[in-house]
Each structure stands twice: as structure tokens, then as C-alpha cells.
T-cell receptor
Framework: EAQVTQNPRYLITVTGKKLTVTCSQN?????MSWYRQDPGLGLRQIYY???????DKGDVPEGYKVSRKEKRNFPLILESPSPNQTSLYFC??????????????FGPGTRLTVL | AQKVTQAQTEISVVEKEDVTLDCVYE???????LFWYKQPPSGELVFLIR??????QNEISGRYSWNFQKSTSSFNFTITASQVVDSAVYFC??????????????FGTGTRLTIIP
């Protein structure tokens, strides 16, 4: 089954404790991206990657890191989480950019609470 | 800077009524892409449609239809004969760039649609 998986789905942590949210897709997609969803703000892009070893900042990259060492994985790293990073996080992927028929797939979401 | 405005925060309609969700966008790009997503109460995001800026034809998919008008920078979404299963938050989104595609996807703040049985 074609899918994007995220782990963990729920996480409660404390300020300053490094954490990683994993994202994996099994569709051989080139493009992957991370978003955060906050009430009244919709979804905002954190980082994206157009292929292995190619990453770029989205609209709200501060406080986050990403890496793309393998095509299927795109982990989101919070080196020193703070309460303002409490949010619902989504990973997404698509086969390539620039295709009018391409479908974007989203993961199920990770709800993070930073105390 | 790109911007997407969904002025309707919440809409409630009685089942079987038609409903239109508005989306207005701003971009300086000549090539751009518009999207609609559905987020049901379970929380996942479901891709509904992608439209490029050169294709102004209206799209119909079952009870769903989309009206893209470049002249008014709008990409409105209509659900005909609404059903309870249509209850969800709907997001409009925009991406742009000469290379096209998905870079810097900008979402609106969403419209919460409630279908009353």
C-alpha cells in the first residue's frame, strides 16, 4: 500500500530535550516536505526536499532541522524544543515537482506537545 | 509574497444543500498551482485537486466542482447535494515558481464545513 508514515503519532516532551520525528514514504517520491498546523493559521511549510541531499527552507524553518540522506526518509529534528513548537506536524511527498497530474500524499500527522 | 485567503472560517448547511467555499490568492508568479485539501475529523489530509495557472477550465468530479478565475484570483470549491460525510475542514493552497510544482506551498487558514443532517 502506497503511504507516508510518521512516527511517533503523539509525543509529549519537555523544553530542551532533543527529538526527531521520522517520515518515510514507500512510493519512490523525489519531493518531501514538512508542515505544521496551528489553529487559525492553517498549514505552514517548515522545510522541503526536492531529492536526496537537496533541502530548502519553507516559511517557518526556525528551530527545526531536516536531512535527506535516503530518498524514502525525511526526518524532522528539533534540537531544543520550546513550547511554541507545540503543534500538529505533517509530512508530505510527491513523485516530482512540475507535474500537473502529480498527487501529493500526506502522512497521518504527529501531535507534539512541548511542556 | 504569496498569500491565500479563505474568508469563511466556518459554514453550516443542511444536508443536500449546495455549498461554495471561497478561496482568493495572491502571487507574483506567472506560473503557479492551486490545490484543495480536505481534513476530516480524523485529522488526515486528503488531496482533492491540483490546477495549474494555464488551465482555467472548470473541473467537476462527482458532487465536487471547482471554479478557477484568474481575473479575480479565485479558486472556489462547490459541493453539490452535500452529505454528512462532507463535514471537514477544507484548505486551499498555492505554490509557484517557474519550475512549477510544490515548492513553498502556501495554505489558507481553512474553512470548517459542517453538514447538518
Amino acid at each position: 500500500e502506497a503511504q507516508v508514515t510518521q512516527n511517533p503519532r503523539y509525543l509529549i516532551t519537555v523544553t530542551g530535550k532533543k527529538l526527531t520525528v521520522t517520515c518515510s514514504q514507500n512510493m519512490n517520491h523525489e519531493y518531501m516536505s514538512w508542515y505544521r498546523q496551528d489553529p487559525g493559521l492553517g498549514l505552514r511549510q517548515i522545510y522541503y526536499s526536492m531529492n536526496v541531499e537537496v533541502t530548502d527552507k519553507g516559511d517557518v524553518p526556525e528551530g527545526y532541522k531536516v536531512s535527506r540522506k535516503e530518498k524514502r526518509n525525511f526526518p524532522l529534528i528539533l534540537e531544543s524544543p520550546s513550547p511554541n513548537q507545540t503543534s500538529l506536524y505533517f509530512c508530505a511527498s510527491s513523485f516530482s515537482v512540475g507535474s500537473s497530474t502529480d498527487t501529493q500524499y500526506f502522512g497521518p500527522g504527529t501531535r507534539l506537545t512541548v511542556l | 509574497a504569496q498569500k491565500v485567503t479563505q474568508a469563511q472560517t466556518e459554514i453550516s448547511v443542511v444536508e443536500k444543500e449546495d455549498v461554495t467555499l471561497d478561496c482568493v490568492y495572491e502571487t507574483r508568479d506567472t506560473t503557479y498551482y492551486l490545490f484543495w485539501y480536505k481534513q476530516p475529523p480524523s485529522g488526515e489530509l486528503v488531496f482533492l485537486i491540483r490546477r495549474n495557472s494555464f488551465d482555467e477550465q472548470n473541473e467537476i468530479s462527482g458532487r465536487y466542482s471547482w471554479n478557477f478565475q484568474k481575473s479575480t484570483s479565485s479558486f472556489n470549491f462547490t459541493i453539490t447535494a452535500s452529505q454528512v460525510v462532507d463535514s471537514a475542514v477544507y484548505f486551499c493552497a498555492l505554490s509557484g515558481g517557474a519550475e512549477g510544482g510544490n515548492e513553498k506551498l502556501t495554505f489558507g487558514t481553512g474553512t470548517r464545513l459542517t453538514i447538518i443532517p
